[in-house]
């Protein structure tokens, strides 16, 4: 179980962690499609942090044996969430480049021809 100064100390970190996220919305440096996970996920450990034998409770009754696994489970929960989301963007990406390049080709054809 984690002491309460430990749990003071990460809620911290994860709340300015959050307000940069925010802050960078705000300013659009990051988009908000984008920032959403950024932006729910330290919530939520700020949540299971606060509330004591939240991840033992969590960790129960998904039958996992040891907290630190809960940890590590999460973290690479989140981990697929960012690959997840960032795979689709890139995916979005790379169309809109192909049909901008689509279309320059048919812009200069055409230019070209008259």
Same mark, same amino acid.
């Given at each position: 179980?984690? $002491?309460?100064?430990? *749990?003071?100390?990460? %809620? ?9 996220? +925010? ?7 990051? !988009?908000?499609?984008? %920032?959403? $996970?950024?932006?729910? +996920?330290?919530? +939520?450990? +700020? ?6 034998? %939240? ?9 996992? %044996? ?18 997840? $989301? ?5 995916? *979005? ?14 812009? !200069?054809? !055409?230019? *070209?021809?008259?």
């Amino acid at each position: 179980m984690m $002491t309460l100064k430990l *749990r003071i100390i990460l %809620a911290q970190l994860f709340i300015i962690f959050w307000c940069a996220v +925010v802050g960078k919305s705000k300013k659009r440096q990051i !988009e908000l499609k984008y %920032a959403i $996970t950024w932006i729910l +996920v330290p919530l +939520v450990i +700020v949540i299971l942090i606060a509330i004591p034998g %939240a991840l033992e409770w969590l960790a129960g009754i998904l039958g996992i %044996a040891s907290v630190m696994n809960m940890v590590f489970f999460l973290g690479f929960l989140f981990s697929l969430l960012v690959i997840y $989301t960032l795979t689709i963007a890139l995916s *979005r990406h790379s169309d809109r480049i192909r049909s901008l390049t689509q279309m320059m080709a048919l812009d !200069e054809y !055409e230019k *070209r021809n008259k």
